[in-house]
């Protein structure tokens, strides 16, 4: 068999999409993006990385924050073009606005509702909003 990146079905721009699971509740915590370079980092490490679409460069899960996600899984789905990472989150925090997970707008009758409150400040964790 061949190199196991090349086994990845990659978009055009080289990216595949990551979702985040927690271990131990198996709630989605995220989703990012990952070109090689983050999959083998991640493979290496044992800590996310991901690509960043917004700022064109390689970002460790929680290199500011403290909110590092420790893999214990990578997954490939059926079609190669997504990727699964099953992790245990440091703080209990995912994403960047505080909250559990990116996830916490639900859809109710015609609109978006935040559902989840935001555990940390994101202001005291990046020093911006």
């Not at 991901?50 to 390689?58: A, G, I, N």
């Not at 505080?98 to 005291?124: A, M, N």
């Amino acid at each position: 068999m061949g190199n196991w990146l090349d086994e990845v079905r990659w978009n055009k721009d080289g990216l595949a999409p990551a979702i985040a699971q927690d271990a131990a509740t198996h709630r989605v915590l995220t989703l990012a993006w990952m070109n090689r370079d983050a999959l083998t980092l991640t493979r290496d490490t044992r800590e996310a990385h991901y690509w960043s679409r917004s700022r064109h460069k390689l970002w460790r899960k929680g290199e500011q924050s403290g909110h590092v996600q420790r893999v214990r899984e990578i997954r490939l789905d059926c079609d190669r073009d997504a990727i699964l990472l099953i992790v245990e989150q440091a703080g209990g925090i995912a994403c960047h606005t505080g909250r559990e997970r990116c996830f916490y707008r639900r859809l109710e009758s015609d609109g978006w509702q935040t559902v989840e409150p935001i555990l940390e400040d994101p202001v005291t964790v990046y020093g911006r909003e």
